[in-house]
């Protein structure tokens, strides 16, 4: 498969890429600045500013399916991860690409979502810090909804510096407390190729048996 990546030099972005270079698919990154992402037969990197057209046009042209790993970083706009999506699903649409997958907290609800106390208080206490990055959040799965692509958010509590575990995605969760981004990675990268969670926001979280 060929997968554009967005982000793909940010924390989460560069785990992906490697877990997709590992599982045999040819990555195209989009990067900002200079490249951490260690070279591979398989990878390509290119400049790219995800709320610019021409950027995203660039890196879109001839893939089979597009991750985005844009979050919320020190300076970013308040809106950055509504714009990118919008301007990334534009140009889906005119290159006819179908099928797409990012990432978002668990602040983003959905009916029926099965929600622990530790979720509600971390929910709660980013809502009171930082309530743009929530409120970005839900509206850019807003856009997902209204648009035509095939699209996943993975929803987790909190990205964190941990060794991966086994993991499962359930459609309401519970979350799990502890989830390192490579397990994240990992997951995005399970429903691209199982072509898994259509139109759909799961939750990682604990494995009730030993497969993830």
């Not at 972005?13 to 200079?34: M, N, P, S, Y």
């Not at 807003?142 to 993975?154: P, Q």
């Not at 990205?159 to 799990?176: D, I, M, R, S």
Request: aromatic share 4%; net charge positive.
């Amino acid at each position: 498969m060929n997968i554009a990546v967005v982000a793909a030099n940010g924390r989460l972005g560069k785990e992906f890429v490697e877990a997709a270079l590992a599982a045999g698919h040819t990555v195209r990154a989009g990067i900002r600045g200079d490249s951490n992402l260690e070279s591979h037969p398989n990878l390509s990197a290119i400049q790219c500013d995800a709320t610019n057209a021409s950027d995203i046009r660039r890196l879109l042209r001839n893939q089979d399916a597009v991750v985005s790993a844009i979050g919320h970083i020190k300076g970013s706009d308040a809106n950055v991860q509504t714009v990118a999506t919008q301007t990334i699903l534009t140009v889906m649409q005119e290159m006819n690409i179908t099928r797409f997958v990012d990432v978002t907290g668990t602040g983003v609800r959905f009916p029926g979502d099965k929600i622990s106390l530790v979720d509600i208080f971390l929910n709660l206490a980013v809502g009171i810090v930082d309530p743009a990055r929530v409120k970005d959040g839900k509206d850019h799965v807003e856009v997902l909804k209204t648009s035509s692509v095939e699209w996943t958010t993975i929803r987790v509590l909190k990205l964190q510096n941990v060794k991966p575990q086994a993991f499962e995605l359930k459609l309401h969760g519970p979350t799990k407390w502890y989830v390192g981004r490579r397990e994240v990675a990992l997951a995005m990268l399970q429903v691209l190729e199982h072509d898994s969670f259509i139109k759909q926001a799961p939750i990682i979280s604990r494995a009730t048996s030993a497969k993830s």
